[in-house]
């Protein structure tokens, strides 16, 4: 128990972090508070933060499991992205009604559309419960015993405070690579309902070609409403629901942003890696994203390719091009912002330091073993990617694998083969199939390719001759034989090609891949744990905000523009003049609605905002979060960060990373003129 109390006062003593990086925990937020007020804030750390009084976190939410959103409204009315809406919005559209391409809006609480399966919760309240968590760990019992008495006291502790019948759910997170636990209670609402979304061409505009870049003109907002049963405890839809009475929300700014202001992010980031040691960053900067950036680099070619040929094509690809795409971008920005800063050069000269000082003490040799772990890691963890990215990323060897684990649970698949097939074209695959083969057979060595793989590779003599014998025998190339397969038929899948090649990567990672993984992985942790704790005693100035895990945070920092490259400098505020230069009709990602053009048209609006960048700490997870002004005033939806920063997740660079948000003014200038929903701004708030 020493070592804890000298963490926790190691946690307690508050002072300098760097500018603007950081996601702080909203209960601790005092200690930031005074630096948050030089830079303009003029909140108290009981605004942000309280569990006595309705503060701002009573505003913020949990969308979905992934998304963050805002409450705008004392009726429940709710903001998010448009991308985090999106599948409830395809869900609810036909080719009648087309509200991903149309839009949808609402024009009185009756037509509100809901949504089963979707959740929003809300934070009641979070607390350090380290000693909870670890009772009856003693460190002599070892790291492996630490982690099975972490998991067994968190399983007791989320089902004694957890109550379903009131929405209450409770979860207990790591926090400090383990060094602390913390137990989040959260109230958890079931009737979420549609509101309101602008076509994608507004809600998506730009697409993947403006993804993660800077200038951005993406309307990425969709509304919903939480209602309650008539006594306002959560319940499941019904008719008789009313309206979500919140405790608290966010009065919308008019007044805008402009360079230099305060601004500040609430909401869940969800993983970032700041404290690792400087083998992962060079893995993941010269390693791993590169080898992934060229397989799907591959992959996008294919898929564009005949998507460009092709309407129908394009619609079946945009979705999964797009999610492929996603971390293509973002995995460039990263691994050239490491590259560029040199982080894996400046984290081995402070470990350098850091061993100095560790020397003779309970740290010694730390840095030598975690050197050593990730050797062993790294070509097993490379392979396991390698895997991820290409046989299972071909649609009709995953798919065979799918199909297989449903038949064994004895489900039908005749409605999982019509998704599947609604949305798949087999030129595209095939040239995926053997552009992927190729990559593995070249690129890992035969120590990490399955017998099945070498033995067929050899009976075929090519990828090509393989494919062409695979896809012309498998059942997987026949929709209809698919689609009638039942239960008995599950042998007739476990001869088949497509599956066999599939299992035996997976029967082979089983073997002799994952086993070691898990254990490496383990002794891993239990390193990071002692690594970070050690980084704190070292550093005893510095204040360590917690690695992002999708809980709540807060991030601040200003508006900010920035310089991507020399002589370049791009200012931080969009218009919709920006909109109208990009427009171009035979452009899908720049075809804007006609209504846009015509409001256009009639003047007075080329300095409508848009978007705007700032130098908030954010990640993946913030999507949708209220991004606030010096008052707690919502200014802007966060949607996305500029590509040449997102190596914020390992390493924050004041000079290149920018969270993009939507300028909220934007949003209501859709509403009226777009939507003519305006009838939702007599319940918002305006300052
Ligand atoms: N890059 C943003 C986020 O990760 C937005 C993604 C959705 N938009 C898109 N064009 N694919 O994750
Ligand atoms: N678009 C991201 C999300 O879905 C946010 C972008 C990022 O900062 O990674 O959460």
Redesign the pocket.
């Known amino acids: 128990m020493k070592r804890l109390t000298t963490f926790i006062l190691a946690l307690a003593v508050s002072f300098q972090a760097f500018a603007d990086e950081g996601m702080w925990l909203p209960n601790l937020i005092a200690r930031r508070i005074d630096d948050m007020g030089a830079k303009g804030c003029r909140l108290s750390a009981e605004d942000i933060y309280s569990i006595n009084k309705a503060s701002l976190k009573d505003a913020v939410l949990l969308f979905g499991s992934g998304c963050t959103g805002e409450l705008v409204s004392p009726n429940g009315l709710l903001f998010t992205?448009h991308?985090c809406g999106y599948s409830f919005i395809q869900r609810h559209s036909s080719v009648e009604h087309d509200y991903l391409k149309d839009g949808f809006w609402a024009m009185s609480q009756s037509e509100e559309l809901p949504n089963p399966g979707l959740t929003v919760s809300f934070l009641e309240r979070m607390e350090d419960v380290t000693d909870v968590i670890l009772y009856g760990w003693e460190p002599s019992m070892g790291d492996a015993a630490r982690d099975s008495v972490a998991r067994a006291n968190s399983a007791r502790l989320e089902k004694e405070v957890a109550v379903p019948s009131k929405g209450i759910r409770a979860s207990v997170e790591a926090l400090y690579y383990a060094n602390q636990y913390y137990l989040f209670v959260f109230r958890v609402y079931r009737d979420v309902r549609l509101v309101g979304a602008p076509p994608s061409s507004i809600g998506?505009f730009?697409?993947?070609t403006?993804?993660?870049m800077w200038p951005r003109h993406?309307g990425?907002f969709s509304i919903f409403r939480i209602y309650t049963a008539p006594d306002g405890s959560p319940a499941d839809y019904s008719p008789d629901n009313i309206p979500y009475r919140p405790r608290k929300y966010f009065s919308i700014s008019r007044a805008g942003v402009k360079e230099g202001d305060f601004t500040f992010v609430y909401g869940c980031p969800g993983s970032t890696r700041e404290y690792v040691f400087s083998d992962e960053v060079r893995y993941i900067g010269e390693v791993s994203d590169p080898q992934k950036i060229a397989l799907r680099t591959k992959r996008l070619e294919i898929q564009k390719k005949y998507m460009s040929q092709s309407q129908a094509v394009r619609i079946q690809y945009s979705a999964k091009n797009?999610?492929v795409?996603?971390a293509w971008?973002?995995w460039q920005g990263e691994s050239g912002g490491v590259r560029r800063l040199g982080t894996v050069e400046a984290k081995r000269a402070y470990e350098r330091r850091f061993a100095q000082w560790a020397a003779r003490g309970p740290y010694e040799g730390l840095t030598e073993r975690l050197a050593a772990i990730y050797a062993r890691r790294e070509p097993l963890y490379l392979a396991y990617e390698y895997f991820n990215e290409t046989i299972r990323s071909v649609e009709i060897l995953s798919f065979a694998w799918s199909v297989h684990s449903a038949l064994e649970l004895k489900r039908p698949v005749e409605s999982m083969a019509k998704g599947f097939y609604k949305d798949y074209y087999r030129p595209i695959d095939e040239e995926i199939f053997a552009a992927m083969l190729d990559a593995y057979r070249s690129n890992m060595s035969g120590d990490y390719q399955p017998a099945y793989f070498k033995e067929q590779l050899a009976l075929y003599g090519s990828v090509e001759a393989w494919r062409d014998a695979l896809f012309a025998s498998s059942i997987f190339s026949n929709p209809d034989a698919v689609k009638a397969l039942t239960p008995s038929d599950i042998a007739k899948v476990e001869a088949d090609p497509a599956y066999k090649l599939y299992k035996a990567f997976r029967d082979w990672l089983d073997a002799d891949i994952m086993p070691e993984l898990h254990a490496i992985d383990g002794e891993l942790r239990a390193a990071n744990r002692q690594y970070m704790r050690a980084q704190m005693e070292f550093e005893p100035e510095r204040d360590f905000y917690p690695d992002a895990n999708l809980t709540l945070r807060v991030a601040y920092g200003k508006v900010a523009g920035y310089s991507p490259s020399d002589a370049v400098y791009y200012a931080p505020v969009s218009t919709l003049k920006g909109i109208m230069e990009k427009d171009n009709p035979d452009i899908f990602d720049y075809n804007i609605p006609q209504v846009l053009r015509d409001i256009y048209a009639e003047g007075g609006h080329e300095k409508q905002p848009v978007c705007f960048l700032a130098t908030n700490h954010t990640t993946?997870g913030n999507?949708g979060s209220p991004v606030l002004n010096a008052d707690g005033h919502l200014v802007g939806i966060n949607?996305?960060?500029v590509w040449e920063g997102t190596m914020s997740d390992l390493v924050f660079d004041p000079d290149y990373c920018r969270n993009i948000s939507l300028d909220v003014r934007y949003l209501l200038f859709v509403i009226e003129n777009v939507g003519h929903a305006d009838w939702l701004f007599k319940e918002m708030d305006f300052k």
């Open positions: 992205n991308h998506k730009g697409g993947d403006d993804n993660w993406t990425d797009a999610s795409s996603n971008k973002k993946g999507s949607f996305d960060r």
